[in-house]
T-cell receptor, first 110, second 113 residues
Framework: GESVGLHLPTLSVQEGDNSIINCAYS??????FIWYKQESGKGPQFIID?????DKRQGQRVTVLLNKTVKHLSLQIAATQPGDSAVYFC?????????FGKGTKLSVKP | DAGVIQSPRHEVTEMGQEVTLRCKPI?????LFWYRQTMMRGLELLIY????????DSGMPEDRFSAKMPNASFSTLKIQPSEPRDSAVYFC???????????FGSGTQLSVL
């Protein structure tokens, strides 16, 4: 079956440093990937997405990298801020394949 | 748009009682999803609808759980009878016609005593 998982359940970084959150997927047919951010007491919110015809996409302070060869994607956050503290989920979002799992908790140390 | 609206925000009930969670999706969205989040299991998909029709309910834990979507702007998730192990945060989400990017509500924190 399809699955989307995370390498590290927790990540602690110093404020101002860059953060990298990794994610692996098993279904090579997945063609669309999404990163969500969930702050305490809230529902997950969309951050950035990427389609399989791309290997990199940049947003504001965030970059998603997709390596289809090894079925791996990562979320990079530049100059991590306290407001980035949250749980991050990657999702191989094709219709009906909406698996989130536990996510990766990012803690930012002042 | 107000986003996905869930009610109540918090629900505390006693074991054996019926619990009904409500969701109003974003207007125009064709897909509606119910998720449950716990520390142990993370965010689990329970059921989802397309155009008000249940498509996949394989994540519904057992017969005590039921979900309905009587129209495009309203859905309910019912637990009857409730048990302490049902305690969790329940999220509703909706998405547009592409069925991909999800918009989540703020969740309902359910505590069954």
């Amino acid at each position: 079956g399809e699955s989307v998982g995370l390498h590290l359940p927790t990540l602690s970084v110093q404020e101002g440093d860059n953060s990298i959150i990794n994610c692996a997927y098993s279904n090579s047919a997945s063609d669309y990937f999404i990163w969500y951010k969930q702050e305490s007491g809230k529902g997950p919110q969309f951050i950035i997405d990427i389609r399989s015809n791309m290997d990199k996409r940049q947003g504001q302070r965030v970059t998603v990298l997709l390596n289809k060869t090894v079925k791996h994607l990562s979320l990079q956050i530049a100059a991590t801020q306290p407001g980035d503290s949250a749980v991050y989920f990657c999702n191989g979002g094709s219709q009906g394949n909406l698996i989130f799992g536990k996510g990766t908790k990012l803690s930012v140390k002042p | 748009d107000a986003g996905v609206i869930q009610s109540p925000r918090h629900e505390v009930t006693e074991m054996g009682q019926e619990v009904t969670l409500r969701c109003k999706p974003i207007s125009g969205h064709d897909y509606l999803f119910w998720y449950r989040q716990t520390m142990m299991r993370g965010l689990e998909l329970l059921i989802y609808f397309n155009n008000n029709v249940p498509i996949d309910d394989s994540g519904m834990p057992e017969d005590r759980f039921s979900a309905k979507m009587p129209n495009a702007s309203f859905s309910t998730l019912k637990i009857q009878p409730s048990e302490p192990r049902d305690s969790a945060v329940y999220f509703c989400a909706s998405s547009g016609t592409d069925g991909e990017k999800l918009f989540f509500g703020s969740g309902t924190q359910l505590s069954v005593l």
